[in-house]
C-alpha cells in the first residue's frame, strides 16, 4: 500500500490560543459597556413604576380628601341654612333673650 504524502506548507497553521485571550480581552470593555448601560436602563425603569405607583397613591389619597371635604362643606351648608330660618331665630330672640314684638305705641314713624 502506498502512503499519501500530505505537503504542510499548503496547510494553516494554528491559531494561537494567546491570539484568542486578546480578542477577548479586546471585547471586555464593550461587553462591560453594555452590562453597564442595561442596568442603568433597568434600574431607571424600575424607579420610574415605583414613581408611578407612588403618585397613583398620592392621587387616590387627594381624591379621598376631596370627597371628604365636600361632604363636610354639604352638610356646614345644611347647617347654616337651619341655623338661618327666622323661626329659629325668633324662638331664640323670645326664649333666651327675653325680646318681643313691639307694640303699636312703641313704634315711632319718622317723617
Known amino acids: 500500500m502506498?502512503?499519501?504524502r500530505t505537503d504542510f506548507s499548503k496547510v494553516a497553521a494554528p491559531k494561537k490560543l494567546?491570539?484568542?485571550?486578546?480578542?477577548?480581552?479586546?471585547?471586555?470593555?464593550?461587553?462591560?459597556?453594555?452590562?453597564?448601560?442595561?442596568?442603568?436602563?433597568s434600574v431607571?425603569?424600575?424607579?420610574?413604576?415605583v414613581r408611578v405607583i407612588d403618585l397613583n397613591l398620592e392621587?387616590?389619597?387627594?381624591?379621598?380628601?376631596?370627597?371628604?371635604?365636600?361632604e363636610e362643606q354639604n352638610r356646614l351648608k345644611l347647617e347654616v341654612a337651619s341655623l338661618k330660618t327666622p323661626a329659629r331665630i325668633e324662638a331664640l330672640a323670645r326664649g333666651e333673650l327675653?325680646?318681643?314684638?313691639?307694640?303699636?305705641?312703641?313704634?315711632?314713624?319718622?317723617?
Do not use: C
Not at 59 to 70: G, P, Q, T, V
Open 59 to 70: 392621587i387616590a389619597e387627594a381624591n379621598r380628601i376631596l370627597k371628604d371635604s365636600k
Open 18 to 41: 494567546e491570539a484568542m485571550y486578546v480578542q477577548r480581552g479586546d471585547m471586555f470593555p464593550y461587553l462591560l459597556a453594555v452590562l453597564v448601560l442595561l442596568t442603568l436602563v
Open 44 to 49: 431607571f425603569h424600575v424607579w420610574s413604576r
Open 2 to 4: 502506498a502512503q499519501a
Open 98 to 111: 327675653g325680646m318681643a314684638l313691639p307694640t303699636d305705641q312703641q313704634v315711632v314713624v319718622v317723617k
